[in-house]
């Protein structure tokens, strides 16, 4: 069966920028998403993880979704990610946001319920016969708790429309096993940053990456060096931004993630509640890896950006 997407490389899960009343500032947002497309990105992704898909209520989601369609402008991909307690919900938003402009749908199991395997595997069915998009499963257990298993993914391997599987597990294993029983039915794309390099060795097509809201450049040309098989290249650049990365497999990410934006000028640190302003040890060690980063930036090879 041939794939009906071609999603790849580096598509940043942009942060949702909130006014000092923890509104949703919709010009600033348009501004940071305009920004990484600008710096040479392939692709977005909004309202995931990091853009506080569960702090948002929905015509929240479907605005944040329709200003990144805009700022696009055509130029990459938009995937939006749905994230909802029941798959009849999860469907419909899935629908709304299709209506909006999206090319895709990154779908979460549904949240709260510690499903069961088989469980799980229906909650993408259902949203898979009842919402016309294409589908990126989103495995992060660490996060939701529930672990999408390269089982369950090979079992949706008959919904025409589930296209792509992002896995943010950090056990690159799961994609040889899905290869070794799928082939290429589905895109891979690695879910977590500090992983990423050993991802595209064993054969991720993409990245869904938080750091690359701060470093947009870098992380393309992490991983076009490393799809490229110049991993001689691509290990400097990657030694030096890894303790960055690190910061996307922190509980806080989102705050981390913020966090640096707001000191690389590139968006606000500000989060909505429940998430809080990281504690001052936590915020003192950030800024200190951040300005080791900034004074150490390193020079590009050319890659095509």
Same mark, same amino acid.
């Given at each position: ?31 940071? %998403? ?27 989601? %479907? ?16 995937? &939006? ?8 919900? +999860? ?67 008959? &919904? ?61 040309? %992490? ?32 705050? &981390?993630?913020?966090? &640096? ?15 809080? +302003? ?28």
């Amino acid at each position: 069966m041939s794939r009906p997407v071609s999603w790849s490389g580096v598509f940043p899960a942009v942060t949702t920028q909130f006014n000092e009343d923890f509104s949703v500032n919709l010009e600033k947002t348009h501004q940071v %998403i305009s920004n990484v497309v600008r710096d040479g990105v392939s692709g977005l992704v909004v309202c995931g993880s990091v853009g506080e898909n569960t702090s948002l209520t929905t015509e929240e989601k %479907i605005a944040v979704t329709e200003v990144a369609v805009d700022a696009a402008a055509g130029r990459v991909p938009v995937i &939006c990610g749905v994230a909802e307690f029941t798959s009849v919900q +999860a469907a419909k938003v899935a629908n709304a946001v299709k209506k909006a402009g999206v090319d895709g749908v990154m779908l979460m199991p549904a949240l709260v319920y510690g499903s069961k395997p088989f469980e799980t595997a229906e909650h993408y069915r259902y949203v898979a016969k009842n919402a016309d998009v294409p589908l990126m499963v989103y495995n992060n257990p660490p996060i939701y708790k529930n672990d999408v298993t390269p089982d369950i993914l090979i079992s949706l391997a008959d &919904c025409d429309n589930v296209v792509c599987f992002k896995d943010s597990s950090g056990d690159t294993r799961r994609f040889i096993d899905v290869r070794n029983e799928v082939g290429d039915r589905f895109v891979l794309f690695a879910g977590l940053d500090d992983v990423v390099l050993e991802s595209i060795a064993v054969g991720a097509e993409g990245w869904v990456s938080g750091m690359s809201n701060v470093f947009p450049k870098e992380g393309e040309t %992490i991983f076009r060096l490393a799809k490229a098989g110049r991993f001689a290249e691509a290990m400097p650049i990657y030694e030096w931004l890894m303790p960055i990365l690190h910061l996307d497999a922190r509980a806080d990410l989102v705050q &981390c993630i913020k966090l &640096c934006e707001a000191i690389a000028g590139r968006g606000s640190a500000l989060t909505r509640p429940p998430r809080l +302003a990281l504690p001052d040890a936590d915020r003192q060690f950030v800024e200190r890896i951040m300005a080791k980063a900034m004074a150490n930036r390193p020079a590009l090879p050319d890659v095509g950006l």
